[in-house]
């Protein structure tokens, strides 16, 4: 047991199973179940069981064709799958570890024309108006859950998790938002959660004792009409009398407009919602959402919070996770920090999650960390996170690296990002990058150095990672002193008056203007809680249905006077992340932040930005602004990898310096990864 983490390392004991600790590898859909690669599969999963979680929790996995997330994805039907899933299984107790396979039904968010649901009512988030179940449809839906339930164990799980949150089938029964029957499966709360029971009743009747049946339950639903704190009371305790082992939190349905998990979100920012359980019922309580450090976790378990800890995409990010942590090693677990990225936006545009932190996630064979016969004294230019990418994998397959970065600090763009309020998260990035280094002697960093060519030609091979300059604009008037370039403003010293303009709405676009519009407070430090959730509309379930206020909340008046401006006649925000986008446009209406598309720049003067709009007025107009912030794009710096290339150096170029375009440490990091282990 760790003496830093006692109450993250007690063992929890079933009777008939006991984890070894008190964190759970969270259910999350990787793609990966639907590649048919059970050795790719069980590969993924073997890797969390080797690095000592207490439990894994696979992606969802359909009851039936009609419950499954999409036509084709994954489902446990029969005895052939049974035997598939028993690759991945083996392979987790080999390891050490503990598995339980979620059953998800996804009722009427499934994309499918063949969906169903309690009421024919569509989702917001699917285009399919759903087929009301009849009670024979109920009765078969609740016999493919046990049977679902019935091949699990026989494939060699530890135990089940029925998804009975985020909107689903089960979800859907149970609130009147989706449910609004009149027969014995819809009304009263009485009937409503007459589905959980039956499906948890007649599995524990099919399964026995010695199984373990985990029940996720939707404790905020974050919806009109959800559930009120007294109803999740009444229904965790007869989950308990029906024989559910463990009760896993639920935070808000997919189509809620509250974030729930992205990075913007603060630390353990519902583990209130799970203690306001805690002592109610017997059975042991799990909490979850945004809690992605050792230290998070002792904190939580330590207030009696929750029993047990999940975590989903910091295993993405480290599979080691609880060994470093055992180990005391904290400082060198990869952090996750919830950008939704390469992990939930791959899941939504139907590819394989990833991870921007980690790219060998789910790609565990194709990205293996096979130390070298031949090293290399390898010569890297850039330490932002393309080249850092670069020389941590390279020195940890054997070769020898030198970084040389012409600033005082590693971390290149990773600096400016950390400084958006709600990008806290890319401070623990940074100083992750910092701490590997530290514990790779194979790498050398020189500071403040701007290389020449000369040095570069000694090393077997060079990698360059120079980064990018922002693009200027051609619009008259950009040497007017109020005129600055966005990294000038995210540095810090430029002198920000009350009304800013910004030119060009991308990615740095959005996180300038939410730099500008935002509340100040200390580098580093998280938007508190309480102010995060009044912004956002939550309340106490046991005084808001369904944890909404009920009106919108009073907000303060605005920091400053924003215009956010583009070219294209298009909607703001149209290449942020899929899952994400939302979330900022939403963020910057309520700071007040006007949004201009179709914009042509005619010049700058003293007086501010003249523009035309897409409707073509005839004299262009004068927004009366005393800042003008640029944000229009970046051009790659590669000067320096076409002098080494046409002297014959064996050099490469990865990151910005070779794609500007909208900058992306996505795919900077793979990039640096992927070409560290080709060399």
Known sequence: MSDKYPNMFRPIDFGFLTLKNRVIMGSMHTNLEETKDWGRIADFYSERAKGGVGLIITGGIAPNEEGAVFKGAAAMLDEEDTDNHKIVTDAVHKNGGRIAMQILHAGRYAYSPDCVAPSAIKSPISPFVPNALDGEGIEKQIADFVKCARLAKSAGYDGIEIMGSEGYLINQFLVEHTNKRDDSWGGSYENRMRLPLQIVKKIRSEVGEHFLLIFRLSMIDLIPNGSSHEEVVILAKKLEIAGVNIINTGIGWHEARIPTIATSVPPAAFTWVTKKLMGKIDIPLIT????????????????????????????????????????????????????????????????????????????????????????????????????????????????????????????????????????????????????????????????????????????????????????????????????????????????????????????????????????????????????????????????????????????????????????????????????????????????????????????????????????????????????????????????????????????????????????????????????????
Request: glycine content about 10%; charged content about 25%.
């Open 288 to 679: 979850s959402n945004r809690i992605n450090t050792p230290e998070k976790v002792e904190e939580v378990l330590k207030s009696k919070s929750a029993d047990m800890v999940s975590m989903a995409r910091p295993f993405l990010a480290d599979p080691e996770f609880v060994n470093k942590a055992s180990l005391e090693k904290s400082q060198l677990i990869a952090p996750c920090i919830a950008c939704n990225q390469a992990c939930l936006d791959h899941t939504f545009k139907g590819q394989i999650s990833s991870c921007l932190v980690n790219p060998r996630a789910c790609f565990e064979r194709e990205l293996e960390l096979k130390i070298v016969s031949d090293s290399k004294n390898i010569g890297i230019v850039g330490g932002g996170p393309a080249g850092l990418s670069a020389a941590i994998t390279a020195a940890q397959i054997g070769h020898q690296v030198t970084v040389y970065e012409k600033e005082d600090e590693l971390g290149g763009q990773l600096n400016l990002a950390k400084k958006i309020p709600g990008k806290e998260e890319f401070w623990g990035l940074v100083t992750w990058y910092k701490n590997m280094i530290k514990a790779l002697p194979e790498i050398e960093i020189k500071l403040n150095y701007d290389v020449a060519k000369k040095e570069l030609e000694d090393f077997d091979t060079v990698i360059i990672a120079t980064g990018v300059h922002p693009r200027e604009p051609s619009i008259d008037g950009l040497d007017h002193r109020h005129v600055y370039y966005y990294k000038d403003i995210l540095k810090g010293g430029a002198d920000i008056g009350s009304k800013v303009a910004i030119i060009g709405a991308g990615g740095i676009g959005f996180d300038v203007a939410e730099f500008l519009s935002s509340k100040n407070r200390k580098a580093g430090n998280f938007q508190p809680l309480p102010e995060w959730m009044t912004e956002w509309g939550i309340g106490d379930p046991e005084v808001f249905r369904g944890g909404l206020l009920d009106k919108d909340s009073s907000r303060k008046p605005v920091q400053r006077k924003v215009y956010l401006l583009q070219r294209k006649a298009q909607k703001m925000g149209k290449n942020l992340g899929k899952t994400t986008g939302w979330i900022h446009r939403t963020a910057l209406k309520m700071k007040g932040v006007e949004m201009i598309s179709g914009v042509t720049y005619h010049k700058i003067s003293d007086k501010g930005l003249y523009i035309s709009r897409e409707n073509g007025e005839a004299m262009p107009e004068l927004l009366e602004v005393d800042t003008i912030v640029l944000c229009a794009g970046q051009v790659s710096n590669s000067e320096l990898y076409d002098d080494l290339k046409s002297s014959g150096v064996d050099c490469y170029l990865i990151g910005g310096a070779k794609n500007a375009g909208e900058l992306d440490a996505k795919r900077a990091i793979d990039q640096g990864t992927r070409l560290a282990l080709s060399i």
